[in-house]
């Protein structure tokens, strides 16, 4: 509609210079940072809250421009005319801005991925079949595949022709009201036939990636920073107040089994079987890093 929404928060506000008498724990990067810059640099740090919202960004169509829609963070260092104004007018030449991005790791501990069961009836048939399906694992990294075990017991006069595993992304923008979108991120079928009266167990994978979704419009991502490349959206998992989160993340694996009973009534008496899971998806916490290397302003790195 031409229309641009924008609500921008302070959730801190530090004095640098001159000195509030605070300490500053100094990482290495901090140190080699103060080196550069000699006396005139100033060290401060900040710690953000827990309830804040993770960096996610929808992903604009092909041809749109201006900021896609999100939820970021930045640091933004002035020049005061106050030592604590909030409304005060800042100057864009007196300004430097650096963006950040908040994300979560996963958790430390995996523990075993859910299960569903279900019986479906089918038309013209006195007989059930049952669908048995489980995930390896609660939680999946962001680039590993996902192990669906399938489990079927075809009790009925009914044929199924194929198998199709897909992976849906939900996400509920709570920044201006309640919508949910959902957007397949993966699917894949298997040309497995489960004949009638027989059962079938067998596991698949499936890989959701970004990389086979550049072109759908609304996806949730992961923050940017810059031209940085990022990964699909993790999960999100509960930090507080739903209101806090801006956009909300989850994901579910979906099986189903396309089922026919052939002859001339095949097409009308055939029907899905369907089961879904809830799946979370994220990256893993790094391991701590000793050398950091740092880009300075006349491009030499140090580390």
Request: with cysteine; hydrophobic share 35%.
């Amino acid at each position: 509609m031409g229309l641009s929404f924008r609500r921008d928060i302070w959730m801190q506000r530090v004095q640098v210079y001159p000195p509030t008498g605070g300490s500053v724990t100094k990482s290495p990067m901090l140190e080699s940072l103060l080196k550069k810059v000699g006396e005139q640099g100033h060290a401060f740090s900040f710690q953000m809250p827990p309830n804040l919202p993770c960096s996610v960004s929808l992903h604009p169509g092909p041809r749109d421009s201006g900021k896609a829609c999100g939820v970021d963070f930045e640091i933004k260092a002035y020049i005061a005319n106050a030592p604590d104004n909030p409304d005060e007018v800042i100057e864009k030449k007196d300004t430097c801005r650096l963006m950040i991005r908040k994300i979560q790791f996963a958790p430390a501990t995996n523990k075993a991925g859910p299960k569903v069961n279900i019986t479906k009836q089918f038309m013209m048939s006195d007989k059930t079949m049952h669908l048995d399906v489980s995930l390896e694992k609660e939680v999946y990294y962001h680039g590993d595949p996902i192990t669906v075990k399938v489990k079927v017991n075809n009790e009925t006069n009914k044929t199924v022709k194929k198998i199709k595993v897909s992976v849906d992304q939900f996400t509920n923008v709570v920044l201006y009201s309640s919508d949910t979108y959902s957007k397949e991120v993966c699917a894949q079928e298997f040309g497995e036939t489960i004949n009638a009266t027989s059962t079938f167990e067998k596991s698949f994978q499936v890989t959701p990636l970004l990389s086979n979704n550049k072109e759908k419009r609304g996806l949730g991502v992961d923050g940017r920073l810059k031209d940085e490349d990022t990964n699909l959206a993790s999960t999100t998992l509960s930090q507080g107040d739903k209101e806090m989160h801006g956009i909300i993340i989850s994901y579910k694996v979906k099986v189903t089994l396309t089922v026919s009973s052939g002859g001339l009534l095949g097409g009308f008496t055939g029907s899905d079987a369907v089961v879904e899971l809830p799946v979370i998806l994220m990256s893993p916490k790094p391991a701590e890093v000793s050398d950091i290397t740092i880009k300075t302003v006349d491009g030499r790195d140090s580390q």
